[in-house]
T-cell receptor, first 111, second 119 residues
Framework: GENVEQHPSTLSVQEGDSAVIKCTYS??????FPWYKQELGKRPQLIID?????GEKKDQRIAVTLNKTAKHFSLHITETQPEDSAVYFC??????????FGAGTILRVKS | GAVVSQHPSWVICKSGTSVKIECRSL??????MFWYRQFPKQSLMLMAT?????????EQGVEKDKFLINHASLTLSTLTVTSAHPEDSSFYIC???????????????FGPGTRLTVL
């Protein structure tokens, strides 16, 4: 079945610096790759997603890149702020139906 | 739009009792809902896929007789944890997908979660 690996497990950056989180997936049929931000005790919030017909997508300080050949996708956050501190999860779909989640990355932005 | 609610937000129960959690899509119809479990400091693990009007599809290792799922309408799915034990204590989160397939049909909208504590 689909396996999604996410790195790093923790990431500390200085406020204003960039943060990059990387994920790889195993199912070449996957075509939807969302990223979620989750604060403690809260629901996951979709922050950006990308589909397999697109290589890159940007929304203000957040961008996602996808390399289907290599089966990896990355989240880029620029000009990080303390409120960006949270746990971030990547996910990949299986046959357009269910999602498989990565293990998560704890992002700490130090001010 | 695309709001999903869960009830209750938290519940404490005694070992051996059953607990029902409701998941509702408030402003859209959901043919498919998903139930996840999240232990502290871990990722979301899919338990089952709930399809309106049919039996749920359970992930490997999830006991269907222990975690009963009912999806009787396009806006409501319920998860009942039967004979709960302390090891069932977790954060249970549902999600729903819009039957109209907005955003290409893949996007899942998450509920706020239910914190279950079994004593």
């Amino acid at each position: 079945g689909e396996n999604v690996e996410q790195h790093p497990s923790t990431l500390s950056v200085q406020e204003g610096d960039s943060a990059v989180i990387k994920c790889t997936y195993s199912d070449s049929a996957s075509n939807y790759f969302p990223w979620y931000k989750q604060e403690l005790g809260k629901r996951p919030q979709l922050i950006i997603d990308i589909r397999s017909n697109v290589g890159e997508k940007k929304d203000q300080r957040i961008a996602v890149t996808l390399n289907k050949t290599a089966k990896h996708f990355s989240l880029h956050i620029t000009e990080t702020q303390p409120e960006d501190s949270a746990v971030y999860f990547c996910a990949a779909d299986i046959s357009g139906n269910k999602l498989v989640f990565g293990a998560g990355t704890i992002l700490r932005v130090k001010s | 739009g695309a709001v999903v609610s869960q009830h209750p937000s938290w519940v404490i129960c005694k070992s051996g009792t059953s607990v029902k959690i409701e998941c509702r899509s408030l402003d859209f119809q959901a043919t498919t809902m998903f139930w996840y479990r999240q232990f502290p400091k871990q990722s979301l693990m899919l338990m089952a896929t709930s399809n309106e009007g049919s039996k749920a599809t359970y992930e490997q290792g999830v006991e269907k007789d222990k975690f009963l799922i009912n999806h009787a309408s396009l806006t409501l799915s319920t998860l009942t944890v039967t004979s709960a034990h302390p090891e069932d204590s977790s954060f249970y989160i549902c999600s729903a997908r819009d039957v109209d397939g907005g955003a290409g049909g893949n996007e899942q909208f998450f509920g706020p979660g239910t914190r279950l504590t079994v004593l």
